[in-house]
């Protein structure tokens, strides 16, 4: 009996070794997170300033453009709820609205700037893989629904 109990109490002791054991192994893609990095793999390029501040874009004029773009999408929405309205006079609502926030955006960014801007956001892009397509390829207009080609 007292070998039966040794045996017990050593097998345990295996069992609960083995566990903290496995506990403390970490799955790994063989990436260690250099210092400065939250997660391994990430790029460099991420601590990169952004492109509008290189350009000498002041923070309150990007705010000035998100405010901008923000009332347009709730002005477009709001024309897509209005069920008085025919689809035509959507169409041409929108297509206003539209019109009003690039004469704003254009006058808020000099074209210089603007230029710069673009590039500095196109290398980037082209720096970047590709994301993968939508998996639907049916595209929407403004109020969701079917557009054409």
Do not use: Y
Request: proline residues 7%; contains cysteine; charged residues 15%.
């Amino acid at each position: 009996m007292h070998t039966l109990r040794a045996r017990l109490v050593v097998s345990w002791l295996i069992l609960a070794s083995s566990i903290s054991v496995f506990g403390q192994v970490k799955v790994s893609n063989g990436q260690t997170p250099l210092p400065g990095q939250t997660h391994p793999g990430q790029a460099a390029h991420a601590q990169q300033e952004p492109c509008w501040k290189q350009v000498g874009i002041s923070s309150a004029t990007m705010d000035e453009q998100r405010s901008i773009q923000k009332q347009s999408r709730a002005q477009i929405e709001a024309v897509c709820r209005d069920s008085s309205l025919s689809e035509p006079e959507k169409k041409a609502k929108i297509q206003a609205i539209r019109q009003a926030e690039h004469q704003q955006l254009t006058g808020l960014i000099p074209a210089e700037q603007r230029e710069q801007l673009k590039q500095c956001q196109q290398a980037r892009a082209s720096s970047h893989p590709a994301a993968a397509p939508h998996p639907s390829s049916v595209h929407t207009g403004p109020c969701g629904e079917i557009a054409g080609p």
